[in-house]
């Protein structure tokens, strides 16, 4: 196990692959194996290109190839900070390959972001576009080089200005004896907005295992057509079952440059998607969108939506919108997911989060006191379970604090459980706005205020206030074609809900759009740092 890492015991992986778990397969062996199996078939849409399991697979030999002639060796740290595209997969698979580790890096991160995975990564090289979005990441990649002298080479797909062209690695094949499946074989990035990310060691074993369960949970086939909408580096669209799950399934997987509804809608209808995955506020953006599009998006059979909380009112609409299923996910990169199955009752799927995926997942749902909770009681989530991390990459300390003596991660979450087993997320631990003594969850008020028909969306931060320490400020998106709501009639809409007053919101601002995270969340961090920035009476 790389250095860094917190590695599971002997007999442990032992355990897991004598039941059947961890199948001893490395990522780069999969699409190996696929290849043999499927070599002439569409493995892979890029915009324009298309590429066959064969070529996909060939691809990745030249890319490990080309790396390890410029110097890149087994266990070496890898940014890739590619856009959706082939690129990206093919870059990957070619690292896997090889034994080095790529690192998912975002592409809205900037120098600050990308210093600091170079630092907690200890990179010697990094993959960049040459511009993607009006942005020339050659240009941050000079600022990182600069104050990063172990950062060794950067390659560029595109014209490569200073650096070198990703094309250069592209030429002939060499073999690789495969890595041990048990070792890491990429780390994600956590999703948190407070703090810049950790990385989180992901093993070949445990990360095929994530896929091929939730493929098989979604009866993924040679028929998957799977629309990777959300950006690549996130987990929920690389393995849930996501690029990794449709390529182990033998479907083919079609990449979106954004999550747009024109783009979008119009790859549902000319490669006849089957399923994608998003999160909320790109649901919203469809649901709007479907009201004026004429695309035939009768191919879809199911929509995940997952990462943050879908409310109600808002999970109601898409089945009907889009004639297909809804599948609701909680998921985390950390480890565990939760799925509705497809054969749940409506009630499960609008309003929960569904079961664990495996039956080896172990949670608990425990008080501030450590202490379990009955069902049907909120506390935060606890989960230990076969692919579910024991360790972020170097950080002892936090490692100390996030997990227990006997290995179950504190995820932070805040949930309950349902008589039949289902979970339904509640917030935040850290989602909680501490207002004159009394505990607010932002995330139960946001549901009550998206319930009001003039509302589309809310965010509900803690804002400054001299005399309760906190106050409640709620962000409103307005519903197309309605009245701004101020906040007497919200107000009252929540009282009539049956809110305690002490949870209605102090100030409310209406906003066109919401900042989101890199992962597509919104950023609840800009919006309360705007309102502290400005002056009491303004606020």
Known sequence: MLEGCVPRADDEIGRLRKAGYWAGVTLGGLLRERSRAHGPRTALVDYDRRFSYAELDAWADRLATGFARRGISVGDRVL?????????????????????????????????????????????????????GGYDYRRLARQVVDSRPALKEVFVAGDPGDFTA????????????????????????????????KLIPRTHDDYFYQARITAEIDELGVDTVYLAVLPVEFNFTWGCPGIIGTLHAGGTVVLAASPSPDECFALIERERVTMTSVVPTVMHLWLEGRHWSEHDLSSLRVVQVGSAKLHREVAEEIEPAFGCRLQQVFGMAEGLLTFTRYDDPHET???????????????????????????????????????TLRGYFRAPEHNAVAFTENGFYHSGDLVRFTEDGNMVIEGRLKDVIIRGGDKVSATEVEAHLTAHPDVEQAA??????????????????????????????????????????????????????????????????????????QPAEAR
């Open 80 to 132: 890739v900070q590619l856009p959706n595209g082939a690129e990206f997969v093919a870059v990957c698979f070619g690292l896997f390959r090889l034994g080095a580790l790529p690192v998912f890096t975002l592409p809205a991160y900037r120098a600050d972001e990308v210093r600091h995975l170079c630092d907690i990564a200890q990179a010697v090289a990094y993959v960049i576009p040459a511009v993607f």
């Open 460 to 533: 509900v931060v803690p804002v400054p206030d001299a005399l309760l320490g906190e106050g409640t400020c709620a962000y409103v998106i307005v519903a197309p074609g309605r009245p701004a709501p101020g906040l007497p009639v919200l107000k009252e809409w929540l009282r009539g809900r049956g809110l305690a007053e002490f949870k209605l919101p102090d100030r409310v601002k209406v906003v066109r759009e919401f900042p989101l995270t890199g992962l597509g969340k919104v950023d609840k961090k800009v919006l309360a740092r705007r309102l502290a920035q």
């Open 349 to 387: 799927v609008v309003a929960t989060q569904g079961r664990p995926v495996s039956p080896a997942d172990e949670v608990r749902v425990v008080d501030s006191d450590g202490r379990d909770v009955a069902v049907g009681e909120i506390g935060e989530l606890l989960v230990r379970g076969p692919y």
């Open 166 to 197: 990703l094309s250069e690695l592209d030429k002939e094949s060499a073999e690789f004896a495969d890595p041990d499946p048990s070792d890491v074989a990429f780390f994600l990035l956590s999703g948190g907005t407070t703090a810049l990310p």
